[in-house]
């Protein structure tokens, strides 16, 4: 059970290996993009060009698809990013229980934006998590895990694209213990539990009056989605990209541009420190390098974002 491109690396190692994978369940095709098209899930286009039978049910719960889950019989069920919560009639169904490929290291950063939250909240390091599913929230028995560096310059979008390859690995891994009957599921220390709810638009707001390493770490965070803004002269103004200048200067009232950088971009001052807005995207436009914006728009210093 999967459904987007995180999902894709654990499925494909299932296709190649020397298991039977029965089916695969994943979302409806949905309406999406400026087209508003219909478009299938990445797990279900790799699921059909392998020739695995696939279901897409609008809810998983329901009767008629745990009538199939119990007449296939699985030994076990791997959900990788499913995007909808099992209910305990069909945790029960697999013999060897239902597996679940989590963006963290658990206890920490339990629900539905592990990625963006660690970043944001400035950790060094995360990870994947096997974990046998219960009928909580991520609450489930450890299996295996394991760790990545967080970059500097790491966003969300480079940092899923790591996790997305490890947790294929670690999912190997666990297969493979498992069949050999050498792993030990592990106790979650729920003391130790944090939590990363799922991100609104409204997330993206960057607040002057933080610090300015808390502010580079919204902006990769939220990158690519969904995506940090600031507003200027009552426009909003997207930005893309930032690097911490100086971690401790105090300069101006937080939010003022203090100064241009040549071809690089635009020093702003936080509640500490000053960071460099070096790519933003205004209305309607393209993402540009903010030195090419301060050429185009009207952009002061003095002035204050928002």
């Given at each position: 059970m999967g459904t987007p491109d995180f999902a894709v690396p654990s499925l494909e190692f299932l296709i190649y290996s020397s298991h039977d994978l029965l089916c695969v369940i994943t979302q409806p095709d949905r309406v999406r993009g400026r087209g508003?098209?219909?478009m299938s899930p990445p797990v279900k286009v790799t699921a059909l060009e392998a020739g695995i039978k696939v279901l897409q049910p609008e809810k998983v719960n329901d009767e008629e698809v745990i009538n199939i889950?119990?007449?296939?019989e699985p030994d076990i069920i791997i959900v990788v990013a499913?995007?909808?919560?099992?209910?305990?009639?069909?945790?029960?169904?697999?013999?060897?229980?239902?597996?679940n490929v989590h963006a963290s290291l658990l206890p920490k950063y339990r629900g539905a934006a592990p990625i963006q939250w660690a970043i944001i909240n400035g950790e060094k390091e995360t990870g994947i998590t096997t974990m046998l599913m219960d009928k909580g929230m991520d609450t489930g028995d450890i299996l295996l895990q394991g760790k990545v560096e967080i970059l500097p310059g790491e966003t969300a979008g480079s940092l899923h694209d790591k996790l997305s390859i490890l947790g294929a690995n670690i999912l190997k891994q666990t297969i493979e213990q498992i069949e050999h009957g050498g792993l030990k599921p592990i106790k979650q220390d729920h003391t130790k539990a944090t939590y990363a709810p799922m991100l609104k638009k409204t997330d993206g707001l960057i607040k002057w009056d933080k610090e300015a390493d808390d502010i580079h770490n919204l902006v990769r965070g939220t990158n690519p989605w969904p995506g940090s803004y600031t507003f200027l002269n009552r426009r909003q103004l997207k930005i893309h990209k930032t690097e911490v200048y100086d971690s401790n200067a105090c300069k101006g009232e937080p939010g003022?541009?203090?100064s241009f950088e040549k071809d690089k971009g635009i020093l702003v001052s936080c509640k500490r420190g000053v960071i460099l807005i070096s790519s933003v995207q205004p209305p309607g436009k393209r993402e540009m390098n903010a030195w090419d914006y301060v050429l185009g728009y009207p952009v002061n210093i003095g002035s204050n974002f928002s």
């Open positions: 508003r098209k219909k889950l119990n007449e296939l499913y995007g909808q919560i099992l209910s305990e009639n069909i945790l029960s169904i697999p013999k060897k229980g239902c597996i003022q541009i203090l």
